[in-house]
């Protein structure tokens, strides 16, 4: 089987024994590059961050800052990386974030420091950059609470210069992933190169773990030590990769990165002017889906895959009627999301199956909100979410309603049976009313260190209570509607 070959820091590296269990992270220590830190090994802090030579939704070269603690080493295969000990200029010349970093004092204890140069680094060559992107680095923790200096470094930044080599090095391309085999002691390791062998693969070993962007598995992988014999990556299928808006729908690829997705959404052009709007839903679930590292790797069909009742993915494509197109070397099929979450943690996938896209029908809901109820505002984990979607007839009543939760049940669920109660009714409080009392019993709440159960059976009646105060003021209800 073949060795493992990739750059880092401009310079080739093979590597012949690559056991999956081994994240990048570890390599990158256990070969001296021990600038890259563990944190957390769960993609929280960034201290491990590197940067890929990537590709961004538009197809242009880019530094693309990912968790080094949760890529498996064998993905990295064909590819170009760059860590902090490469950023430094000739001489040991210090890269002008570097610069901006210690001139602004935005180093105190110095673990977190070459996370924090690694995002800003990506940012600092972000196509078309002309201010400070907090997104940069908002998967980076700083326990010393050192956030002013450091931002004060960001904001300061200027343009790189014309000759900067790390520039240069983008004017060339990014390496295309190519397809891998590897077998070691730790387990075999496949990435086919197109749909077809993919399916084939999984035709002749259906038990195999899928792994798509690492961002849930790699985690299970470095904290309960969870080993597997055979590893399937998706990171070569182009066809997963699929972004395409019709009069009919909007279709998504199961493998495009959440940060591709962010991007396609508030692209304004092409005839894409708007789809953000049109998918607010979306627009408002992403922001809040962890940080820019993960959503850099993360994707929809992992999301959905894992079907964990907290995944925040789920209540905002059940809101929007999702439709999944499933495949395996048998054919492809169509299965609407409310049918595919089976029990905790379980699907109505088949063995050798796996979600190809999904399918947003169009036209989308008039009004959307996505609520996500957790210990912090940004990159936690959901005690409660929900999602809802609202049509209204031009006399006031309700034409369609689609109230989607996270949370509250072993799977993600569609409240089917209010939004049944309120179809042909006027929206009022009166329906309000109606609506929060059948909603009393919805899902079967447990309590755990997120929230007790009480607490999440409250929320569920509030937050569709927010969303009915929110379809109220928005201006978005026909006006025949304005004061029952």
Not at 3 to 10: L, P, S
């Amino acid at each position: 089987m073949a060795a493992a070959a990739f750059e880092v820091n401009g310079q080739s590296v093979i590597v012949n024994e690559v056991d999956p269990h081994c994240t990048l992270l570890q390599w990158l220590r256990a070969s001296g590059r021990t600038g890259s830190k563990e944190g957390c090994a769960e993609g929280e802090c960034g201290a491990c961050a590197v940067a890929f030579v990537s590709r961004d939704a538009e197809g242009r070269t880019i530094y693309e800052p990912v968790n080094s603690c949760l890529v498996s080493l064998p993905e990295v295969h064909g590819r170009s990386l760059i860590s902090v000990e490469g950023v430094r200029g000739e001489g040991g010349a210090l890269h002008p974030v570097q610069q901006a970093l210690v001139e602004s004092g935005g180093s105190q204890c110095g673990y977190c420091t070459p996370g924090f140069v690694m995002s800003l680094f990506c940012e600092y060559y972000r196509p078309g950059r002309t201010g400070y992107d907090p997104e940069a680095i908002s998967g980076n923790l700083c326990r010393c609470t050192g956030y002013r200096p450091i931002i004060e470094a960001a904001r300061g930044l200027g343009p790189p210069l014309p000759q900067d080599p790390w520039l240069l090095r983008l004017a060339g391309g990014a390496p295309e992933v190519p397809s891998f085999e590897h077998a070691a002691l730790g387990g075999r390791f496949l990435r086919p190169g197109h749909l077809g062998e993919l399916l084939q693969v999984l035709s002749e070993h259906p038990d195999a773990v899928l792994l798509g962007g690492g961002t849930d598995l790699m985690v299970y992988v470095n904290q309960r030590h969870a080993r597997h014999t055979l590893w399937v990556s998706l990171s070569a299928v182009s066809e997963l990769g699929r972004f395409q808006v019709t009069g009919d729908e909007i279709v998504l690829g199961a493998g495009l990165p959440l940060s591709h997705l962010e991007a396609r959404l508030a692209d304004t052009r092409g005839g894409q002017a708007g789809l953000g709007r049109e998918a607010r839903l979306l627009s408002e679930l992403l922001p809040l889906f962890s940080s820019r590292l993960i959503r850099n790797r993360a994707t929809l069909g992992g999301n959905l895959a894992t079907a964990s009742p907290i995944g925040d993915a789920a209540p905002v494509l059940l809101a929007l009627e999702a439709v999944l197109t499933v495949a395996s070397a048998a054919g492809e099929r169509r299965l609407p999301l409310k049918e595919f979450f089976t029990g905790y943690r379980k699907t109505s996938l088949r063995p050798g199956e796996l979600i190809v896209s999904v399918h947003l029908p169009r036209p989308l809901p008039r009004l959307q909100r996505f609520y996500k109820v957790s210990k912090r505002v940004l990159d936690d984990i959901s005690t409660i979410s929900a999602a809802f979607a609202l049509d209204l007839a031009k006399n006031g009543t309700v034409e369609r309603l689609r109230i989607a939760y996270g949370g509250i049940a072993e799977t993600p669920i569609r409240a089917e049976a209010i939004e049944r109660l309120a179809t042909g009714k006027p929206w009022n409080l009166e329906t309000l009313g109606l609506l929060l009392r059948a909603a009393r019993t919805l899902g079967t709440p447990l309590s755990d260190p997120r929230g007790s159960a009480a607490y999440r059976q409250a929320m569920t009646l509030k937050l569709l209570e927010r969303f009915y105060m929110e379809a109220e003021s928005s201006g978005q209800l026909p006006a025949a509607e304005a004061a029952p």
